[in-house]
């Protein structure tokens, strides 16, 4: 009975938070009820209790909010790449090979960019740029001499001297062509360094993308050469004697591709153009598919915009049969097959851990007052007492649509004076009991009337979180995207609270009041009760793509304190933290912001003294706040429990 009892409860978990669909089994619910990460994607493997990563951190004085990299999911989401591609190339009897590489603008973190260039080693998983700063950082990174380096974005001439500087150092860069000007650049500039270029032209091809980032691809996009300027491209190659520097196509149609066929659709008209090229007599050798492959944010497995139709392996067997069907119909030899997966390899390893200090709830604050009866109250007060002594399930629509007619009565009669602040905060007090009431009532029906469908969620609470949306997930308020949110513990409790959470911020905007619910979304997350004698720590899952690195310093709080945990299975809680990178102190946040953290300091300092001087604060008290003050500087921006 009690095992039957214990499988209700994780259903019902499940039911709630979805960890097992878009958690892809890197996550569980440990037999504590705390949330467990499965490096090996293994049940019955090792298992890293969250709880216990935060103890360890808490013991190193570490404090929340912090990001937390498991190492060993970035290295298990290159390997699945890779072996992906590698056995559906396999099976389809393929002759060309996979040559991935990681866009480091997904995540620049060097650590991350390290990680993954060692797992992916085996493999001869390369990198690609965007910009100036990411190739500098790439051709110093990269030094497996069989991976490519893949450099997209616009160019300007010192951007393809630095490429050219990689071919020297005998480095598999290759130029992708984003308009036509870079390419007569780039013949000049490698006449000039005496080098031979590696080139690839990035078409734009008229399949667009499916979900939020559709407008990157297509004939629109902002990236690429059009079918005129790929033919006009290749005669100039052709005219400089330089048609064998030219080894790639390239096409992207979209970050976050949510349905299958547009990935089928995008790569046939794209193995068409390789083909035609390579009948004029480019001798091509590699099909770049570009980015796109999706992560299930809500574990939908739909194609709604946090979500993909398809997996991994589906994706790699897609676009290799479409590229294998078209070259054999043509008899062109198979390429090589590039891809631009950040997002999948990055989402997975990181999270944000926040803490719950508070809890905003407006139907919780009672006047004291209220509930003594007067003769002489006005008769919206004695009114609304009526409708509290009298609600049954007979007459609940009655009651709140009566109750609702009163609170906004007593709005305009407290404007006009005819109503005291006592007698509005009475009936404030007297409305928010009733709908209490109401709700109770509402969840013993068998019948929900339709205006009370929502009802709950009407009288959910606010759970005050230390953190800043604005640096740490920037994309759930720039784009509303959506992201796994659970509490690390208590998950063997049903939880009773429906909330939605804000932040610390001075900003309206800094609140999550949209979560997943399997291809649909709720306003509202259901979490445990809070109570601040106990710590409850929420995660934000498959944050590890983006959200690490745009996050901005609104209020001036900064990056969040880092820790890095890797599998350990002669440890007893099977994990060992490897590196803590300390996040910005005010210190540094206001540096960022043109401020002279040791001039502020030097003018507080000055004003005190005059306080002192005047004898208005004691010389002990005056060293005392100028420490204070200095420590305030140099510590964490978030709140202090």
Known sequence: ?????????????????????????????????????????????????????????????????????????????????????????KEANYKGHYVGVYPIKVNQMREVVEEVLDAGHEYRFGLEAGSKPELLSVLALNDNPESLIILNGYKDKDYLRLALLGRKLDKKTIVVIEKFSELTDLIDISKEMNVKPLIGFRTKTTVRGSGKWSESGGEKAKFGLSISEVINGFELLKKEDMLDCLELIHFHIGSQITNIRTVKDSVTEGARVYCELYKMGAQLKYIDVGGGLGVDYDGSQSTNDSSRNYDTDIYASDIIYSIMQICDLEKIPHPDIVSESGRAITAHHSCVVVEVIDKIDSTEVEYPGAFQVSDKEHILVKNIRTILEFINEENIQESFSDALAIKNDTENAFKLGVLSIREKATIETIFWKICKALKEKVKKMNFIPEDFENF??????????????????????????????????????????????????????????????????????????????????????????????????????????????????????????????????????????????????????????????????????????????????????????
């Open 456 to 641: 709950s969620d009407k009288l959910s609470s606010q759970y005050l979180c230390n953190f800043s949306v604005f640096q740490s997930l920037p994309d759930t308020w720039a784009i509303d995207q959506l992201l796994p949110i659970v509490p690390l513990s208590k998950l063997n409790q049903i939880p009773q609270e429906k909330c939605t959470l804000v932040d610390i911020t001075c900003d309206s905007d800094g609140k999550i009041d949209n979560f997943i619910n399997l291809g649909d979304t709720k306003r509202t997350l259901p979490l445990h009760n809070f109570t601040k004698d106990e710590n409850y720590y929420l995660g934000f899952f498959l944050t590890g793509a983006y959200q690490d690195v745009m996050g901005d310093m609104h209020n001036l709080f900064g990056r969040v304190n880092e820790v890095h945990v890797f599998l350990d299975d002669d440890s007893e809680d099977n994990f060992y933290i490897e590196e803590v990178i300390p996040g910005s102190s005010a210190r540094y946040v206001l540096s960022q912001m043109q401020y002279n953290p040791d001039h502020l300091c030097y003018t507080i300092k000055k004003a005190i003294d005059k306080k002192v001087a005047s004898k208005s604060i004691t010389p002990r008290d005056g060293v005392r706040l100028i420490d204070f003050y200095e420590d305030c500087l140099n510590g964490y921006p978030y709140l202090k429990k």
């Open 1 to 89: 009975m009690e095992d039957n009892i214990e499988s209700s409860i994780d259903d019902r978990i499940e039911n709630i938070y979805h960890i097992k669909r878009w958690g892809e089994g890197y996550f569980n619910v440990t037999s504590k009820g705390t949330l467990g990460v499965l490096p090996s994607k293994d049940p019955n493997g090792p298992c890293i209790d969250i709880q216990s990563v935060l103890q360890e951190i808490k013991q190193k004085n570490i404090q929340i909010p912090v990001v937390i990299r498991f190492h060993d999911i970035l290295r298990s989401r290159v390997k699945i790449l890779n072996e992906s591609f590698n056995q559906k190339i």
